[in-house]
């Protein structure tokens, strides 16, 4: 047929800005904040890790503003896919899709394998994999049914988070303020306390930013979700204003309570990161201290929440990648096929089927697996965000080139050129200096090396692999598709 039927399948915009919010939330709230952020504190001191995440998070609101301003001007689920492909080359699309794909696929797996670990609490008799299995299970038939079920649920799942947060900042401040009944207050005193609030140097900092990085990381979900939302001019600027400030203030706070209340020497901090002990989490030492007998407990079940709930975000926004992939003829013509409500599941079985990945766990180990899942999957999203930071720049360019309105654009990332030009240097240093301690010393730790920075040179190949093959080049200005967004 010449046209497509008017009953063709296709997908729903049926996400509403709290959906939106959610969802990025979801995927960036999770084990960063609940366990990392005690290690960032003995690292780099109270201020250094204050100081680390503020800056992290200045980067990733001028991210979050780049991506805002293409997605609400053409709101596909593709997106920075989408977007390097239209505004920097077909080959760093094509590659930055697959890189993306990849990523949460694997960090499905990842996070299925951290369940079982913390599954193990409650029942330590039970094989992991059967808790693996039932929890992919769960999430495969969450995003099977709609991706308004998916929106709901994942809803759910973030507001469980977004509710321990909240309760454990105001524990906090009403602990340091001396308002908590039978809870002597420190005031101040941690900040000064040995060689805080500054521990390390700069070197520590370094470190601590690279960690900042990486639990910030699925705030660019909101970028795919996108293609479904209902009136994505209005949504995405709304989902985007609210996002940034809301994560931003969740984590600057945690880390302000924990280091105020928790000197920055405390052992308990360190080997909540080393053991990856949900009983010494800094959020459970302050819920005991204020009387809360079953804190670890509730804790173990709000870090099952985050992880099912950035499984979850994962899920759906790998399968919606892999999908536009198939559409743009980058992936195999199967996967763009969409059930009668929308959901392409070919695209959705693959993604599942690399969720799998976490059944590793039953010949080698779940701590194990669970390293080498993170550290596969760990640079490519810092990789996602240097590809924004270029398409954006790169789409504004082509725009007033074009001759079209600043005015028009739904939403205006403030700042240009600064904004998009420093959220990528800041965040190719934090990229090439992830592990540049493997390069120090007498012998150069080559196995950390491989581990840390494995995902750059795949990148690399896919993308100068297809330029070669297909002799793509870089899209003029004069070029661009920067027409305004006409549907699917």
């Not at 063709?8 to 939330?25: D, E, F, G, V």
């Not at 950035?310 to 399968?319: H, P, R």
Request: glycine share 10%.
């Amino acid at each position: 047929m010449a046209s497509p039927h008017p009953a063709t399948p296709h997908l729903q915009r049926k996400l509403k800005a709290r959906h939106l919010n959610m969802i990025a939330i979801g995927g960036s709230i999770g084990t960063g904040l609940f366990l990392a952020s005690g290690s960032t504190i003995a690292a780099a001191g109270p201020a250094g890790a204050l100081l680390a995440y503020a800056l992290i998070g200045v980067m990733v609101f001028f991210l979050m503003t780049s991506l805002g301003e293409m997605a609400a001007y053409q709101p596909v689920s593709g997106s920075f896919s989408t977007y390097g492909e239209r505004y920097v080359e077909k080959g760093f699309g094509f590659a930055l899709g697959w890189n993306f794909w990849y990523n949460w696929a694997v960090t499905i797996a990842a996070e299925l394998v951290a369940a079982q670990i913390i599954m193990s609490f409650w029942f330590p008799e039970v094989n992991g994999i059967v808790w693996s299995g039932g929890f992919l299970l769960l999430m495969f038939l969450l995003n099977v049914i709609s991706v308004k079920g998916f929106g709901e649920s994942e809803f759910w799942f973030s507001l469980v988070k977004v509710i321990a947060v909240i309760i454990f900042i105001g524990l906090g401040l009403a602990s340091i303020f001396g308002l908590m009944h039978g809870v002597q207050s420190p005031g101040f005193s941690n900040w000064t306390h040995g060689d805080a609030p500054f521990v390390g140097g700069l070197q520590a900092m370094v470190g601590v930013a690279m960690i900042a990085g990486f639990s910030f990381q699925g705030t660019e979900l909101i970028g795919v979700a996108a293609g479904e939302s209902e009136n994505p001019k209005k949504t995405i600027p709304l989902a985007i204003k609210q996002l940034f400030w809301r994560i931003l203030m969740f984590y600057i706070l945690a880390i302000f309570v924990i280091g105020t209340l928790i000197p920055y020497d405390d052992p308990r901090l360190l080997q909540a990161a080393s053991n990856n002990d949900i009983t010494v989490s800094p959020f459970t030492l302050l819920f005991e201290r204020a009387g809360f007998a079953f804190a670890a407990s509730v804790m173990n079940a709000v870090i099952l929440t985050a992880i099912l709930s950035a499984g979850n975000s994962g899920m759906y926004a790998s399968t919606r990648m892999l999908y536009n992939l198939a559409k743009e003829g980058n992936a195999p013509r199967i996967f763009a096929r969409l059930s009668k409500n929308g959901v392409p599941r070919y695209a959705l079985l693959a993604t599942t089927l690399i969720g799998g990945l976490c059944f590793l766990s039953t010949f080698i180990g779940d701590k194990q697996v669970y390293v080498w899942l993170l550290n596969t999957s760990g640079m490519c999203g810092f990789i996602v965000w240097l590809g924004i930071a270029v398409a954006h720049y790169r789409f504004r360019k082509g725009y007033i080139a074009q001759g079209y309105q600043l005015s028009d654009l739904p939403y205006r990332a403030k700042f240009f050129p600064f904004g998009p030009l420093f959220a990528f240097g800041l965040c190719l240093f934090i990229t090439l200096g992830q592990n540049y301690q493997a390069f120090m010393g007498e012998h150069i730790d080559w196995q950390g090396i491989i581990s840390a920075y494995i995902s750059i040179p795949i990148f690399l190949a896919i993308w100068l692999g297809y330029r070669f093959k297909y002799k793509t080049r870089f899209v003029p200005y004069a070029e661009m598709d920067v027409r305004p967004y006409r549907g699917d």
